[in-house]
């Protein structure tokens, strides 16, 4: 379905129509209320599968993934990240690393820009599978990038970007709209 420069929502018979990948787009929330029932290696994989299919600069793929499904270590992550509560009720989580050595031009920018489209692959394949995820930073915080390192052994020379808290949702979070026309310029700013 091909919509012209002239429009600015897609009405909802048009969105019936999208392509399930599109939908699914439309659907992703940051989830943040879990049931606590565990997340199967299966889906980890396949949401690992979606992160690595990430585009990167020069095709350099600067990152790295922890997973996480032990209950004593996600709540040790949940004690000590402030916006990492949702640990204690999640399932499993993806500690998703930028890794300049392994960038374009060993830039750090690089690294973790390429990192962060990886996550939000993570983040669209657990909304696909109808799983609930949300980003919650470690980068830029030093505190925060410390905590994860030393309770997952993560080395100096990778950059914990975030942790994605995974997890069978309780239906409380729910999608916002966020569509904006005001945000989109035509031709010109």
């Known amino acids: 379905m091909q919509l ?3 429009d600015s929502r897609v009405s909802t018979p ?5 392509p399930e ?19 199967s290696i299966f889906d980890v994989d396949v949401l690992l599968r979606a992160g690595m299919a990430a585009p990167s600069a020069v095709n350099c793929q600067p990152w790295e ?3 996480v499904t032990e209950r004593a270590v996600l ?17 499993a989580a993806i ?4 890794v300049p050595a392994q960038a374009h031009l060993q830039l750090k920018e690089y690294a973790v820009i390429d990192a962060s489209l990886a996550a939000e692959n993570i983040l669209i ?8 995820a949300v980003w919650t930073a470690a980068y830029p915080y030093d505190d925060r990038m410390a905590l994860v390192r030393s309770t997952l052994g993560i080395p100096r020379e990778a950059i914990p970007l975030c942790v994605i808290p995974i997890g069978r949702p309780t239906g409380e979070d729910q999608p916002k709209e966020k569509f ?10």
């Not at 004690?79 to 509560?85: E, S, T, V």
């Not at 500690?95 to 930028?98: A, L, R």
């Not at 904006?180 to 700013?189: F, T």
């Open 4 to 6: 012209s420069s002239k």
């Open 14 to 18: 048009q969105r019936k129509q999208l």
């Open 21 to 39: 990948a599109i939908a699914v787009l439309h659907r992703r929330k940051s989830v943040r209320n879990f049931t606590g029932e565990p997340v």
């Open 65 to 67: 993934f922890v997973t």
């Open 75 to 91: 709540d040790r992550l949940a004690d000590g990240l402030p916006y990492a509560k949702m640990l204690f009720k999640a399932g």
């Open 95 to 98: 500690v998703v690393c930028g």
């Open 125 to 132: 394949a657990a909304e696909a599978l109808g799983l609930g």
């Open 180 to 189: 904006k026309s005001e945000k989109i310029h035509r031709e010109r700013w």
